[in-house]
């Protein structure tokens, strides 16, 4: 059985599946993808909870919530590049 790093993360494991470099995607799907935003409202709550992080008052409560912010934010981020990349080879 294959070690398992320690520092694996989700978004590594999710990059597995997606494969961001690969460019294979129709135009429509990843226009749709690139569409794909937080609502305003969840901007707002990641920018407080950013900004009690900077001054070191987070709860816990708020800390596991950053991180699911983040979690999903780096899975977009993965599915955006996908997307962008689908685009830049579909118009080769």
Do not use: W
């Amino acid at each position: 059985m294959p070690q398992i790093p320690s520092s694996l993360t989700e978004a590594d494991i999710f990059a597995r599946i997606v494969h961001p470099e690969d460019g294979n995607l129709p135009q429509e799907v990843s226009h749709l993808i690139l569409n794909l935003r937080f609502e305003a409202s969840d901007v707002t709550r990641m920018n407080e909870l950013s900004e009690k992080n900077n001054h070191g008052l987070l709860s816990e409560t708020e800390r596991q919530e950053m991180e699911k912010y983040l979690r999903v934010g780096n899975f977009l981020n993965l599915l955006h590049a996908k997307a962008r990349r689908s685009l830049q080879n579909s118009s080769k």
